[in-house]
């Protein structure tokens, strides 16, 4: 059973250090200065007569070119000292508000379960502590390799992951690795090790923090998921279940499927119905396989409740109000459940069940 989920800007050194000076005319510009000015005087036409200018036309400095060039310095220092003022707050807040957009959550179907990257209550990064993101992505991978001694640690020792710990690439590809594990007992420990990562606690806290996400669009098939995962290690199933299976009719046709994941993780006796219900009326294919699977191999069903389910698969084989695709699953199912391979043959496959039960 996949994951449903998923899986995070420059400044200028010297402005990042809060160190930088504000830049001033070189004493190139004076050169400058001076060089367009020799000009002005090299090509005035010489007296014969040393007769001293009339007194009107000399001019102090400051009548003449000097406020011009006043001005100019004055505005030009402005604009740069605007520019290392405002620069960096500009910049940290393009890097605020491109971290705030990556935290929304973006929601898509992978594998055929419902994927989230971002969350309700993903820890801060500040709050993360290596050693136990460490020891969390050990004890996972042991898990994913099939060692029931690691999925007891992790059902031991996850809550106090919670807050601590965070969601990578590297933990969602063993979640998912895990959910896909025959062992129910693994599936269990992905799935609490999933609400520790993502600062889900295991208590009504965190079922009423994803009854709060669950209104969200966004936030709508993760946190259904996460619902289930709560319900099926012992926080209100009841409560859980009914949370989600009032989304088992939403006009999106992901969130109804999200929702029948969400049912099968919670995994208790009165959620079958509910599923068999989805397989044989939802108006989606994608609803009606999803059901289906969850069923017969995904999900967090035991072998007698599959049995159960298996009473109203065996006379759905040849039912005539089924399409042929739902009765293809149907037969596809009970080979999941059983073991065997009876094809078509409502009469075998009662039979089988009859002597099985």
Not at 77 to 106: F, M, T, W, Y
Not at 240 to 250: C, G, P, Q, R, V
Request: aromatic residues 4%; charged residues 20%; negative net charge.
């Amino acid at each position: 059973m996949p994951d449903p989920l998923q899986p995070r800007d420059s400044v200028n050194p010297s402005l990042a250090s809060g160190t930088a000076t504000e830049p001033r005319p070189s004493e190139a510009h004076g050169v400058k200065a001076l060089v367009e000015v020799a000009p002005a005087t090299k090509n005035l036409p010489l007296r014969t007569e040393m007769t001293p200018p009339p007194a009107a036309a000399q001019q102090p400095w400051f009548l003449g070119d000097g406020p011009v060039v006043l001005y100019i310095l004055l505005v030009f220092g402005l604009v740069v000292g605007l520019s290392v003022l405002v620069a960096p707050r500009i910049q940290r807040g393009v890097n605020e508000l491109s971290k705030e957009l990556s935290k929304r959550a973006a929601t898509h179907i992978e594998n055929g379960r419902s994927r989230t990257s971002g969350n309700v209550n993903e820890p801060d990064g500040s709050t993360i502590d290596p050693t136990a993101q460490e020891e969390a992505e050990k004890l996972l991978a042991r898990v994913a390799a099939g060692d029931t001694t690691a999925a007891d640690q992790v059902l031991s020792e996850s809550d106090a992951w919670t807050g601590k710990t965070h969601r990578t690439a590297r933990t969602d590809q063993l979640i998912t690795a895990s959910l896909n594990l025959g062992s129910t007992h693994a599936r269990e420990a992905a799935a609490q090790a999933q609400l520790a990562l993502d600062g889900i606690p295991r208590n009504e806290s965190g079922v009423a923090m994803l009854e709060q996400a669950v209104g969200n669009p966004s936030q709508r098939a993760w946190a259904l998921w996460m619902l289930g995962a709560l319900g099926n290690r012992g926080v209100d199933p009841i409560h859980t279940a009914k949370i989600i299976e009032s989304y088992l009719d939403d006009p999106n046709v992901n969130v109804r499927a999200s929702a029948v994941d969400a049912l099968s993780l919670v995994g208790t006796d009165e959620t079958i119905p509910m599923l068999l219900d989805r397989f044989r009326n939802d108006p989606s294919p994608i609803v009606e396989e999803r059901a289906i699977c969850d069923i017969a191999e995904s999900g967090m069903y035991t072998h007698s409740q599959r049995m159960a389910a298996a009473a109203s698969l065996v006379g759905w084989v040849d039912d005539s109000l089924l399409s042929a695709q739902q009765r293809a699953w149907t037969v596809q199912a009970l080979g999941d459940i059983s073991g065997k391979n009876l094809g078509t043959d409502s009469a075998a496959w009662k039979s089988w069940y009859d002597s099985a039960r």
